[in-house]
């Protein structure tokens, strides 16, 4: 008998059209045989895409900084963020005031990751989190989360999505500011209060949102996010000292990195150091702080940060901002 049982589990797991779906949808349905049945549709109806294993061995942040700030910090998308900035400017005005996050690095991050809503993905998110999540072992506990997540949007937040053909990103991130299902559940917002979030097409909700998710993760008004700093001579090699901001600013100056003569940041303003790449073997060193540590909880990449915060700036210089 026993022997039977296990030849039965074999074959049931030996049928599944993708490996680990029995799984994901019993734990989506939590006891409910309904919502049980529907995840396994889905998932059988989802689509291993070898090229998404392939896409996400071969992020654009593992390029060097002089290679990767010439893919967003182009005149044209310079140019397309203050026509955005001016067009939905009052819209902006608000959602700085509720969020208290600068307008122009709300509309950065939308330029940085979809160009203004231009290119929001092609893949189904489905067929990319059933992908990631139970093909690619280096991330599959991530991904399978997120998959899970996804599933289970409609009971979470009462989103109403097409689950089966809803597009995004390779890495199954969605709409203008490309949130990922968790981000979805926990910071998207119906800012039109129209009864739906809707982050594709209403810019009410994917400004807002993004604004948002910078706000909850601790964006400060007011406070700085980077500043170049010039090596002395005698400037001490650190090896990645990381993100977080841990050494107040004259600790950097103290191993011989000198902010402009001009700067106003306080001495004793936590911070730390990144180098970027802008040409093979020359670096240049900035003094980051908790603004941008914050942006890099949207992406963890410094490079992708430095995009976000030269492209806000150019658009602030581009249509003045908007006023605190």
Known sequence: MAAAMLALAGTAVAAEKHPGMTAVAAEVAAGDAAREAAALALLEAA?????????????????PWFVYRPIFLTEARIDAGAKFFEEHRDLLAQVQAQAQVPAEYVVAIIGVETFYGRITGKWKVLDALTTLGLYYP???PYFRGELIRFLNLPSERGIELDLANVQGSYAGAMGLGQFMPTSFV?????Q??????????????ATASVANYLHDHGWVMGEPVTVPLTPGPGA??????????????????????????????APDQPSNLVA????????????????????TRYNRSPMYAMAVHELAQAIRARTGGIDP
Request: proline share 8%; net charge negative.
């Open 47 to 63: 689509e291993y895409q070898p090229a998404i294993i392939e896409a996400i061995s071969k992020p654009a942040e593992a390029k």
């Open 138 to 140: 280096p991330r599959a």
């Open 186 to 190: 926990k910071w998207a917002v119906d």
């Open 192 to 205: 039109n209060a129209d009864g739906k979030i809707d982050l594709w097409t209403s810019i009410d909700d």
């Open 236 to 265: 001490r090699r650190l090896r990645d000292t990381g993100l977080d901001p841990i050494y107040p600013l004259s600790q950097l100056v103290e191993w011989g990195y000198q902010p402009d003569p001009g700067s106003t940041i």
């Open 276 to 295: 970027l790449e802008v040409a093979d073997g020359e670096y240049a060193y900035h003094a980051i702080f908790g603004n941008f540590r914050v942006i």
